[in-house]
């Protein structure tokens, strides 16, 4: 009754009632109290989803007190060292390598920002799985980098918590908790029945109680120290978990969760003691291989290991294989008990697969040291329960990332990992648990003898290989292998060491290859990816982390261990798959981690540990069955590139790429070579040689006949093949990575090879050199020295801007001496992904060669000393000094002399680099090797020994070889008739040379296996290869020839020379005296066998006398016979292909003359003048038609009524103009809160602001001629410069709409590229038919009085405009109309306060002329100083653009009454009719705008307008602007100085030439403006402050010149377009108004420069000055509605802007990311995923946000609509790239931001600190200002509106 009582009162009295209660001595009546409570409070029975417990607890916890206050004060008593802070996947953190011990150690923002790591190698990263703050951990990262916060330790000064603060957390947690266990046992239903939805139902509704369990852990150390001890107490788990007897729900709940246990395949302990292992399995899926596991040898029990029963996944697979267990012996399974609350909370977090809540949850209270104990424990009990929920779940990469989150966390921690290996036996679950993890997925191996193979493979077509599944397990793994302690616990226990072993043997020979032979296969299966990721990951890591701690000579004895292991397993594979001697034929693997695990430790032993090679093989058998297998894979490889597996579809090239690709090729490729040449310096190196041409099929071409056949390839095959085998050779003999090469000596032969193909950028460089230890460390071996290797083999270039636009990063490039000395092309060949890369290579050394001179041909690859062999393998350089290669080497020297089919240069090439290295590598203990033969091998009477160098002069007169009958050796003469010709021809038949690689091999290898004494009876097989079926209707048959050679290799060398160098007697006989060694390094076929004779002649002087001897009687080479057809062909051949590179020479010559006209005529629109279309401007005083040129149908003709000629443009609405300022310095984007960028001061709002104003005091259609808007939002016109006809554009414009494969612009909306020069263009301005007979009338000036001019410009207004007549042209022109006003938007054509009215329509078309007069001038810089025909004059096209505004604007005639002409010229007579005026006045003239007038005027009046005319116009208008000028400056003054000029002008008005005084006018504009309402009486108080300084008559001139200067450059320019007149040419921006004065007439031309101009000598006042500017002030003064400030602001207008300019960017990226990379949207108040900024107003928006979305427009597209009228730059925040949306596209720009080598981090993937490029963000902002995105950036897509 109690609890009722309690539950309607107060919360936080109860509360606190209950708190004092139980803090006296005697509390058993307050726990009694409390218990009660609780039992209704916390009562599981309620939906979760009710919080009123929630809020009993809070208030209970806080026992009375404010919940928040509590947190406050629990927090003070935080005694944590470490942050701890847990964060979820994206979330930004930093690593850094410096600091940290363990490779995962990560921090987080804060403890990075407030930690020193200058000059440390970090980076920051996206956080992938989610992970947690290690700073304060002194296990994971050293003292130094921890920050100020945790670097102090807290714990000294923290007072001791007062007992009764969380007495109540501990008396009412326990049962908060249960309640949350009760709830989720309740919630939970197996995965089977029920759906995932489900589950995440339940935990939505469990969201606020484990959020208040969170919120709990953050509270700091006190607190977790109490939940520890809740979680961790057996007894209240015990007390608690059962319930009560009489609670019905309690007891139900448990059985759930026992049941739970149960379908889990795990049992509690007490139905365990019950049963027999058979109930164990028992379970709903066959007990699932219930490996539950826990310390404690219990029975070994088989019977539990069984296969998943859920062979669905398998089905149309090949059947999977069960496996006997191969469990250790004392099992590892035992049942899983639950103790504590921790325990179950994990098991629950598990089944309900990782919820992100509870692993935070869980991790928060990983800083208590108790917790992280138990925790891990814990973890480690439930692993294999974990990997099973894992490989059943369907969101498996989820909850992979949420398991790795977890124990990243752990096992990080060396400490903590020994202590779990010593406890839980941590390393024999983790294999364990591998281990059946993979054998759920094993098929039988096809491998070898497909039927009785009893070897399995994992089958990577399963999802748990082909999604990666098995990852965070051998994440865990590879995590613990790197620490000391726990790797030697694993390489001392042997019987795990077998258990890997036979993991490791799972992955032998997977995904198996077989070669398709006759169709193409149907389906590419993509399964590769999987086997190799597998490999890396699985098998290749770990190995890697095992060898870290073998280094040293006292982890000799692990070495010897893992070896013999190895050579155990590799045994068990050879016969399982019954694998006798020859590999199966068309199937290859690239899987042989048994291979490479063995080849790794038998490398490190003899690098680090110095153990004896010897003592490490296995006997010669084994060592032949070993080679075979990766020998198998080299020959792949080749044949693979030969396109003989072209059948099995684009992935077979894919595995051959990936097998030598960076990340693989030191596990994979390396380790298999190195392997091969360990056999090969043990086996016999006959043996060895004639294997390898065996397995690369080219054993038929070995003979010195001319013609052969080959069973095994094609022809077009055999070169390839034969270039295959010999290169492989070259490396099998050269390459030193694992015998003997330093580190360091690796790293740099790395970085040359990979520089030399390609220069690189620094991270590519990084990505591509092979990293020694386990990669996903991020350590690079050494990493200090890879910057100090980097700059000494390469130099940086910094990264340029091409003017195309292209973006280059900063690359390294091999220095020169690294060209000359250490360029390897066999490392090159050895590490190409692409065979192109080769050449690459090749080219870049030619062309290094060329530039310096050392030689012009094409050269050949150069050859490169090696560094000396360990002696542990000198028995490699037996091959090059055995008769085999030698026999071999003589026959190709032959066939290349000969010009036999399929020989190559690369063959030679490769045959001259064995030669040389033989002679290079000298065998030294050749004389006892020299046994005397006891058997006659039916090779040795080729050569006497095996030395290279003896054999090299050996002469070798006959050989027998086996031909086809029509052959040309074949003696077609009748046998010899004469006994003496008998006995010699039999005399050659017994000298004549046979060879046979065939049999010699296999003579070799039977005596190897008589000598090891194995059953030679099981070895007998069928010689499948050497006899062979013949197949009807094939090549004749094989006879057997005798051919008389009679040379040596020598005198081959010497006459191969000749050959090539195309000389008789190429060398002289005493050429070697005189030769110049040291030239010889570099150079082509010709140099190499120089430098090959050069060293033989000084290593023997026996070759040296040969040589002479040979050079002093050699002659041409002499075919067997003269006239032999494949002779004639091959010299037939060669003339062919003389004459055809001939004539490809030439037509290449007449193409590259053909372009440079072409370009020169279409391209070059940088000289204006080349045609008269393309600046239109200048189209000079010509007597007939201007002629256009169609770039269509390419007729040249003039543009006509019927048949107009048009310009191609680009229309686009721009706001560049409206965005400019009065500062010359951009603004700053704010990076704090406190910084704000206000918009105020920007052109566009000025003139908006001018407007309204206007139109709430004057008429609107006054209003709406007084301004010009189109700032924003206005059209701008550019063209390419190119004429189309408008029929030819219309029928282009179909033909594209048919055309599908268009991309990036749209058909529809008027989009095309120019038929020529492919420029992006929109819509086609018609040109005007030229009528060159007026034009002279134009120009012509005529001295009439200026009052004459007046007259006649008034009498031209006047003019009433003719209707044009209906004509292709006019609708044309209407159309380009509708075009412009479609352009841009509605809003920003609309200021009338009558929408569409004429009036509306007439300010837009003046302002279109105006908009693109303003443009062309900032293009040209802001003035017209030097003169210069700037890019903007190219892309000009105002003439046209004049004519058609014209056109359409002298429909609109002006109302006489109001043409502002007459108050320019007039002074009005009758001043009273204007008190009965509309309500309305007009605009004053002083408040108008003087170019906007402009513009009207010449618009409005008859075109052609003649020159005078205009000039009059201009004379005029200068009058109203100077004017206007003045009264400007006057407001600027203080009132004294107002007087004082007043009285001083006032002396010199009746002066004469008063009207040009600037004095007088100035004191007269001053008095006038002072009557009625004076426009004075606002400011008076603030001048006085403001003018401390005086103005000086100077500055006065000064200010009127800069007042007057915009609108004489925009009338400049006018005239320039409409008369085609040069601009002015001054460079001094000093003299800028003078010759603009001149320029337009303002002045005489006669003027001197060195006269000062005055402003006021312009003017030419019609009337009386005085008059009129009494008229015009008065319009002022007299305006009643008006405030005095009002008619201020309108007064003083100021006409100057600075150029437009972006934001100004922070030097470091970081200061933007850091602030914007949080901060929350303005208008969403959520943070955006895609956090965008634009660069032009500094708007802070979401991309792609659907929170921002309106009218389904994404933020970013309206922004870019309000902003720049549809063109938008942004820089996204995340990626620190910019986009570009201009229109319905966008397109990516690059970024303006590089790292310190110069590089893009697109996505901020590296997270390497990156600086502003300001070249880079000067080329943006001159695109964004010149509006050329479109043409210089290529790759654009549509947006619909989704950025």
């Known amino acids: 009754m109690m609890a009722a009582s309690q539950l309607r009162r107060d919360k936080r009295a109860t509360a606190a009632h209950l708190k004092a209660d139980l803090n006296r001595t005697d509390n058993s009546s307050g726990v009694r109290q409390l218990q009660e409570l609780l039992d209704v409070v916390l009562n599981p029975e309620k939906p979760a989803a009710d919080t009123e417990a929630l809020d009993w607890c809070k208030c209970l916890i806080a026992g009375g007190e404010c919940f928040e206050e509590f947190c406050k004060t629990v927090r003070s008593y935080d005694n944590a060292t470490l942050c701890g802070l847990v964060w979820t996947a994206n979330f930004v953190a930093y690593r850094c390598r410096t600091c940290g011990i363990s490779p995962c150690m990560s921090l987080c923002a804060e403890c990075f920002n407030n930690g020193d790591h200058t000059g440390h190698d970090f980076n920051m990263f996206r956080s992938q799985a989610g992970g947690a703050c290690d700073c304060g951990d002194s296990n994971v990262m050293r003292d130094s980098g921890f920050c100020r916060r945790h670097r102090l330790r807290n714990w000294e000064n923290t007072p001791s918590i007062p007992l009764d603060l969380l007495l109540m957390s501990e008396m009412v947690l326990p049962r908060f908790i249960l309640c949350i266990i009760q709830y989720l046992r309740d919630g939970y239903i197996e995965p089977d029945t029920s759906t995932e939805r489900d589950l995440q139902k339940v935990l939505q509704q469990l969201e606020p109680q484990i959020s208040f369990l969170e919120e709990l852990t953050k509270m700091g150390g006190a607190m977790r120290t109490v939940l520890t001890k809740i979680l961790t107490n057996q007894q209240a788990f015990k007390d608690l978990s059962m319930g009560q007897e009489d609670n019905l729900f309690a007891k139900t709940n448990y059985d759930k969760y026992l049941s739970a246990l149960k379908n889990s395949g795990l049992v509690s302990v007490e139905e365990k003691s019950q049963g027999t292992a058979a109930d164990v399995t028992s379970g709903a899926e066959g007990g699932a291989g219930a490996m539950v596991l826990l310390a404690g040898p219990g029975s070994p029990d088989d019977s539990s290991k069984e296969e998943d029963q859920d062979g669905g996944q398998s089905v149309g697979q090949r059947k999977r294989v069960k496996l006997s267990s191969s469990t250790k012996d004392p099992c590892i399974i035992e049942s899983l008990k639950h103790k504590c609350f921790l325990e179950e909370l994990l098991f629950w977090t598990i089944k309900y697969e990782f919820p992100q809540k509870m692993v935070t949850f869980l991790l928060n209270m990983l800083p208590d040291q108790d917790y992280k104990i138990t925790f891990t424990k814990t973890f480690v009990q439930h692993y294999a329960f974990i990997m099973k929920t894992l490989m059943k779940s369907h969101e498996s990469d989820t909850m992979s990332n949420r398991i790795v989150h977890i124990s990243v966390q752990l096992f990080s921690n060396e400490e903590l990992a020994r202590h779990m290996t010593e406890e839980c036996q941590l390393l024999d679950i983790m294999v364990t648990v591998l281990l059946y993890m993979m054998e759920s997925c094993l098929i039988k191996s096809e491998l070898q003898d497909e039927e009785n193979s009893r070897h399995v493979v994992v089958n990577c077509s399963e999802a748990l290989l082909k999604n990666n599944t098995y990852w965070p397990l051998v994440s865990d793994f590879i995590n613990i292998l790197s620490h000391q302690s726990v790797a030697k616990k694993f390489l001392e226990d042997h019987s795990l060491l077998m258990l890997w072993m036979s993991f490791v043997s799972f992955f032998q020979g997977m995904n198996l290859n077989k070669r398709e032979l006759n169709e193409h296969v149907e389906f590419e299966s993509q399964t590769y990816y999987a086997a190799f990721a597998a490999e890396l990951e699985a098998c290749a890591q770990p190995m890697w982390g095992l060898l870290t701690h073998c280094k040293v000579k006292e982890t000799q004895e692990y070495t010897k261990t893992v070896v013999r292991y190895c050579l155990e397993t590799l045994q068990i594979w050879f016969d399982a798959i019954g694998f006798i001697d020859e590999p199966a034929p068309n199937q290859v693997t690239f899987h042989l981690p048994l291979h490479r ?96 041409f065996e397995r690369f099929k080219v054993v038929d071409l070995l003979t010195m006949a001319s013609q052969h056949q080959n069973a095994v390839l094609d022809l077009e095959q055999e070169r390839p093949m034969l270039e295959g085998a010999l290169t492989f050779l070259v490396i099998l003999t050269s390459l030193r990575i694992h015998l003997g090469m330093t580190d360091d000596e690796i790293l740099r032969a790395e970085m040359v090879s990979q520089l030399c193909m390609n220069d690189r950028t620094h991270s590519a460089l990084l990505d591509l050199i092979p990293e020694n230890p386990n990669p996903k460390s991020g350590i690079v071996p050494g990493s200090c020295s890879f910057e100090d290797m980097l700059s000494a083999v390469a130099d940086f270039k910094a990264p340029v801007f091409e003017p195309g636009g292209s973006m280059q990063q900063g690359m390294y490039t091999p220095k020169g001496e690294v060209w000359e000395k250490e360029f390897d092309p066999i490392m090159v060949i050895l590490r190409t992904v692409y065979r192109r890369d080769v050449q690459s290579a090749m080219d870049r050394y030619s062309a290094f060669l060329k530039q310096y001179g050392i030689h012009t041909g094409n050269p050949w690859p150069p050859y490169k000393e090696r560094t000396s062999l360990h002696p542990c393998y000198k028995g490699l350089i037996r091959l090059l000094h055995c008769k085999t290669l030698h026999i071999v080497i003589f026959t190709l020297l032959y066939k290349i002399w000969m010009d036999h089919q399929n020989m190559s240069e690369h063959v030679l090439c490769m045959v001259l680099y064995l030669i040389e290295l033989g002679l290079d590598n000298q065998v030294h203990d050749n004389k006892e090797e020299e046994e005397p033969c006891i058997e006659e091998h039916c090779h040795d009477s080729w050569f006497p020994g095996t030395n290279l160098l003896s054999n090299l002069h050996h002469v070798i007169n006959f050989v027998r070889v086996r031909v086809p009958e029509t052959a040309p050796e074949v003696k077609r003469e009748a046998p010899p008739s004469t006994s003496s010709e008998a006995s010699s021809y039999g005399q050659n038949l017994r000298e004549a040379q046979v060879f046979s690689l065939v049999a010699e091999r296999r003579r070799k290898f039977q005596e190897i296996i008589n000598r090891s004494n194995t059953e030679a009876t099981q070895v007998v097989r069928p010689k499948s290869s050497s006899t062979r079926w013949v197949p009807p209707g094939t090549p004749p048959q094989l006879v057997t020839e005798i051919l008389e050679i009679r040379e040596s290799m020598l005198s081959l060398l010497i006459k191969l020379h000749q050959k090539m160098s195309s000389k008789q007697n190429s060398l002289s006989a005493s050429w070697l005296e005189d030769m110049d060694t040291s030239r010889l390094a570099h150079g082509d076929g010709i140099t190499a066998i120089e430098r090959i004779l050069t060293k033989a002649a000084t290593r023997s002087c026996q070759i040296k006398r040969s040589i002479q001897d040979i050079c002093g009687k050699v002659s041409p080479p002499v075919p067997p016979k003269k006239n032999s057809p494949t002779d004639k062909k091959a010299m037939d051949k060669e003339e062919r292909r003389q004459r055809a590179r001939e004539r490809q020479k030439k037509l290449l010559a007449e193409f590259a003359s053909r372009q440079k006209s072409f370009m020169e005529t279409a391209m070059d629109v940088e000289s204006p003048d080349t045609e008269a279309a393309m600046d239109l401007g200048s189209s000079e005083v010509m007597e007939s038609e201007v002629l256009y040129d169609c770039v269509i149908c390419g007729q040249s003709g003039p543009s006509t009524e019927d048949r107009p000629t048009g310009l191609v443009v680009l229309l686009q609405a721009s706001s560049v103009l409206g965005h400019r300022c009065k500062s010359q310095e951009p603004k700053n984007l704010p990076t704090t809160d406190e910084e704000h960028i206000y918009p105020v001061d920007t052109c566009g709002v000025a003139h908006d602001v001018r407007l309204t104003l206007m139109q709430q005091f004057f008429k609107d259609s006054s209003c709406l001629q007084s301004v010009s808007i189109g700032w924003d939002g206005g059209v701008y016109v550019q063209t390419c410069g190119h004429t189309l006809h408008i029929d030819c554009h219309k029928s282009y414009m179909e033909s594209l709409r048919n055309d599908q494969v268009l991309q990036g612009f749209s058909v529809d909306k008027g989009e095309f590229t120019c038929p020529l020069c492919r420029q992006f263009a929109n819509s086609v301005l018609p040109c005007r038919p030229g009528h060159g007979t007026d034009a002279g009338a134009w120009h012509t000036p005529t001295n009439k009085k200026l009052c004459v001019l007046v007259k006649e410009v008034e009498g031209l207004q006047d003019k009433l405009a003719l209707f044009p007549t209906e004509s292709n042209l006019s609708k044309e022109m209407e159309l380009v109309i509708k075009d412009i006003k479609n352009t841009t938007q509605k809003k920003y054509m609309d200021y009338g306060k009558s929408p569409g009215s004429p009036d509306n329509d007439f300010l837009f078309m003046y302002s279109v002329a105006r908009t693109n007069l303003e443009l062309e001038l900032v293009h040209r810089g802001g003035n017209l100083c030097s003169g210069g025909a700037s890019a903007a004059a190219k892309r000009s096209c105002l003439n046209q653009l004049f004519h058609v505004l014209a056109m359409h604007m002298r429909l609109y005639s002006i109302d006489s009454a109001y043409n502002p002409w007459t108050k320019l010229t007039q002074v009005a007579q009758n001043k009273e009719s204007e008190d009965f005026d509309e309500e309305r006045p007009e605009v004053p003239m002083l408040f108008r705008d003087v170019p906007s007038l402009l513009i009207i005027f010449v618009l409005t009046m008859p075109q052609p307008l003649r020159k005078e005319h205009f000039t009059c116009v201009v004379k005029m208008l200068y009058n109203l602007q100077f004017t206007q000028a003045l009264a400007a400056l006057s407001t600027k003054f203080s009132s004294e100085e107002r007087q004082a000029w007043v009285t001083s002008g006032a002396l010199k008005k009746n002066v004469g030439n008063s009207e040009k005084c600037v004095e007088a006018l100035l004191s007269y504009v001053i008095s006038e403006l002072s009557k009625d309402k004076s426009v004075y009486k606002v400011n008076a108080e603030e001048t006085t402050m403001l003018s401390s300084s005086v103005w000086s008559p100077q500055s006065i001139e000064f200010s009127l010149q800069q007042f007057c200067l915009p609108f004489l450059r925009l009338s400049c320019l006018l005239q320039h377009h409409l008369y085609g007149e040069n601009l002015t040419g001054c460079q001094e921006e000093e003299e800028e108004f003078s010759s603009l004065s001149v320029c337009l007439g303002l002045l005489p031309s006669a003027l001197q420069p060195s006269n000062t101009v005055h402003s006021a000598s312009c003017l030419e006042w019609p009337v009386n000055a005085f008059d009129l500017v009494t008229q015009w002030c008065t319009e002022v003064t007299g305006l009643c509605q008006m405030h005095a400030e009002q ?156 950025l």
């Open 597 to 692: 695990y063995y080849a790794m430790f038998l490398s490190r032993a003899v690098k680090c540990q110095g153990l004896d090679l010897d003592s490490l093989l296995p006997d010669q058998e084994m060592l032949m069955k070993i080679m075979v297998h990766p020998l198998q894979i080299q020959a792949c490889l080749s044949e693979i590139h030969s396109n003989m597996w072209v059948r099995n579809g684009l992935q077979i090239k894919g595995q051959a790429m990936t097998y030598v690709q960076s990340h693989f090729c030191n596990s994979m490729i390396d380790p298999d070579i190195y392997l091969l040449q360990v056999c090969a310096s043990r086996l016999d190196p006959d043996y060895f040689i004639s294997s390898v």
């Open 1687 to 1842: 008619s201020l602001t309108l007064l003083v207008q100021d006409p100057q802007w600075a150029a437009p300019r972006l934001l100004q960017l922070p030097d470091n990226y970081n200061i933007i990311f850091q602030y914007y990379h949080r901060k929350a949207c303005t208008a969403c108040k959520k943070v955006p995923k895609d956090p965008a900024l634009c660069l032009v107003c500094g708007a802070f928006v979401c991309l792609k946000g659907v929170c921002c979305k309106q009218q389904g427009v994404c933020e970013c597209v309206l922004h870019s609509q309000h902003c720049g009228a549809a063109t938008g730059i942004f820089l996204l925040i995340n990626a620190s790239v910019i986009i570009i949306i201009r229109g319905h596209r966008f397109c990516l720009w690059g970024s303006v931001y590089l790292d310190a080598h110069g590089e893009e981090d697109r996505d901020l993937r590296r997270g390497k600190p990156l600086f502003l490029c300001e070249e880079r963000y000067r080329v943006l902002e001159q695109q964004w200002v010149s509006h050329t995105f479109d043409h210089i950036n290529k790759r654009w897509g549509p947006h619909y509106n989704g």
